[in-house]
């Protein structure tokens, strides 16, 4: 069936370990909460537990947490919940960076004594202008010679709020002329008078993604620290301080290709317009890529595992990963594991004329047609049906396998019926079918005749009420934030949400929130698990029935 993609960390891990050089694997998922995870981050969540899970170590789950303004206590609750979701369950606490801040303050100093780090006054605009470019070298900040005691006294006075936020930084002496950028003398310290969320208003000065991230690993114990390709430049500077500094552990950095689906965006800071804006309702809408709107959808952790496995892990940037990839993990995990259920989407009213009011006969049918570990459905038939408008045609070509004036259907698990008569309202719409019952095709097929469509339907007098959404994708087009200054709200799809008012079996009265059920030659549909109850049903749209996926 689906086959999992080469996964060059997993292998290169399990080389080590068969050639004795690496022994208890530690690995770490270092979110910044910052928004919500999405897509992308669950394969860097399957990726980092998975190793742990495969070579029996660990991994740490670390908030990366260096940046106040935006990260909030609200996005770290989620963050945890969407981990344990997805299966996995963190060696230890839950980590911070925040944690290791007077550790890193500490080493800032071991710098300074080493002469190894100075405080700039330039502003951040001079230090962009005097870091040089790729062509051109940079040239050293006139207060890069300070001495080690002005250094420290400096560096403690911005820590307590001496100073205005923009005023100084810290950075590291490293190489003006380096042809990395990154080694170019890089930030160290920010000064920020903010709240911090874990550490309240302890410090005025934070450290910077690249001072914070390689020694927090070393602190952990991190051996195999997993990220995404844009930090292969940063990988030097990792290494710097790692040589620089004291510290009890070298973990090493590997870089692999992040995740790009198309007509879906991976960027938290993107997904937090659309929350903002209002154009999706919340972090967790159906239509988000994000791991609780996947599964606010109705998707399954074993479908988004799945799909991480058949994209693999390379170093290669695998361009745009078709979304039909993702929805085929979902589709064929229902297909085994969803009960099915008859839903009528679009009501028209059926009155069976030779079935008398009182007649009421219940057929007992599987829950799923090839597992008997689901209950038996107990679906009624009566007088008045509905079936879906869409199965009625009234000028219909010969192809059309459904009802027509005069022509016979099969009503699923039931009898063949034929459409005598199309009852029309003022405006001309149709509004009711009568129909006759051929009695003898039960469990059979009718005399002298073949009937071959088969539609779906529900009893009017049993029939449940819902609401059902039907989702679609958000953009209408595949990369919509391809053009870096186009707007990519340009490319919402209008349509990406439409609710209708359906009918469903008896079955569909008990749902509860997150079951998942086929409605059968519908789609694959989910009780909405903030607003369904029974009594009150909403569904939410996951899939389609056919499947798109190439392989
Ligand atoms: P975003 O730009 O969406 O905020 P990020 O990389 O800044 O993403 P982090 O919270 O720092 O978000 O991500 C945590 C981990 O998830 C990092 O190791 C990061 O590399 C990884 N990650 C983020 N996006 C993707 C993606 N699209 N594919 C694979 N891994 C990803
Ligand atoms: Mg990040
Ligand atoms: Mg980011």
């Known amino acids: 069936e689906t086959t999992s993609a080469p996964n060059f960390i997993r292998n290169q891990i399990r080389e080590e370990i068969e050639a004795g050089r690496s022994q208890k694997i530690v690995t770490r998922f270092p979110p910044e909460p910052n928004g919500f995870l999405h897509i992308g981050h669950a394969k860097s969540i399957c990726l980092n537990f998975g190793l742990a899970e495969q070579f029996g170590g ?13 990260e909030e206590q609200e996005y770290i609750d989620a963050i945890k919940e969407d981990v344990h979701w997805l299966g996995f369950q963190w060696s230890g606490d839950v980590r911070h960076a925040s944690d290791y801040f007077d550790q890193l303050y500490a080493w800032a100093q071991h710098l300074i004594r080493e002469g190894k780090a100075y405080v700039d006054d330039l502003s951040a605009e001079e230090i962009r202008e005097y870091r040089g470019t790729l062509t051109a070298p940079g040239k050293p900040s006139p207060y890069r010679e300070r001495s080690v005691e002005d250094n420290l006294d400096l560096l403690e006075r911005m820590r307590t709020g001496e100073f205005a936020e923009g005023e100084k930084v810290l950075r590291a002496k490293i190489d003006m002329s380096s042809p990395n950028i990154n080694l170019r003398d890089p930030i160290l310290y920010r000064i920020r ?47 710097w301080f790692l040589d620089n500094l004291p510290v009890p552990a070298k973990p ?70 078709d979304i039909a990839m993702l929805t085929h993990a979902i589709r064929s995990d229902l297909e085994d594991n969803a009960p099915r259920a008859m839903c009528v989407l679009k009501p028209l009213k059926v009155v069976l004329t030779n079935v008398s009011e009182e007649h009421e006969e219940v057929y007992e049918v599987p829950g799923h047609p090839a597992r008997d570990d689901f209950p038996v459905r ?28 005069g022509k016979e259907v099969r009503l699923r698990n039931s009898y063949v019926i034929r459409c005598d008569d199309v009852i ?22 009718p005399e002298g005749r073949k009937v071959k469509g088969v539609i779906h339907w529900v009893s009017a007098k049993h029939g449940v009420p819902m609401e059902v959404r039907l989702y679609d994708n958000l953009f209408l087009v595949e990369q919509p934030d391809k053009d870096k200054d186009a707007d990519f709200l340009d490319h919402l799809n209008p349509e990406s ?14 749902a509860n929130g997150e079951d998942r059920f086929q409605f059968e030659r519908v789609g694959y549909f989910c009780a909405d698990r903030h607003a369904s109850r029974p009594g009150h049903l909403v569904f939410n749209r996951t899939v389609g029935l056919k499947d798109s996926w190439a392989k």
């Open 58 to 70: 660990d991994c740490h789950l670390r908030f990366d947490d260096t940046n106040p303004a935006k």
């Open 193 to 239: 008078h903010a709240q911090h969320h874990q550490t309240g208003d302890k410090w005025k000065i934070y450290p910077s993604y690249d001072f914070t991230h390689g020694q927090s690993d070393a602190i952990e114990g991190i051996t195999h620290s997993v990220c995404t390709l844009e930090f292969e430049d940063h990988r030097p500077l990792y290494e």
């Open 252 to 321: 090493r950095q590997i870089e692999f290709a992040r995740l790009n689906l198309n007509y879906t965006l991976t960027s938290k800071r993107k997904l937090k317009m659309l929350v903002d804006n209002g154009i999706v309702d919340g972090w967790d809408d159906p239509r988000m890529p994000t791991i609780s709107g996947l599964r606010r959808r109705g998707y399954t952790p074993g479908a988004i595992r799945k799909f991480c496995e058949m994209i693999g892990v390379t170093r290669a940037d695998g361009g745009l990963v």
């Open 378 to 405: 107990r679906i009624p038939f009566t007088r008045e049906l509905w079936i879906d408008q869409d199965d009625f045609m009234e000028d219909a070509p010969k192809k059309f396998f459904r009802l027509a004036p």
């Open 424 to 445: 029309k309202n003022a405006a001309g719409e149709v509004e009711e079918l009568r129909c006759s019952v051929d009695f003898d095709t039960l469990g059979k097929n």
């Open 497 to 510: 949400l439409a609710a209708v008012q359906a009918i469903g079996e008896p079955s569909l009265a008990t």
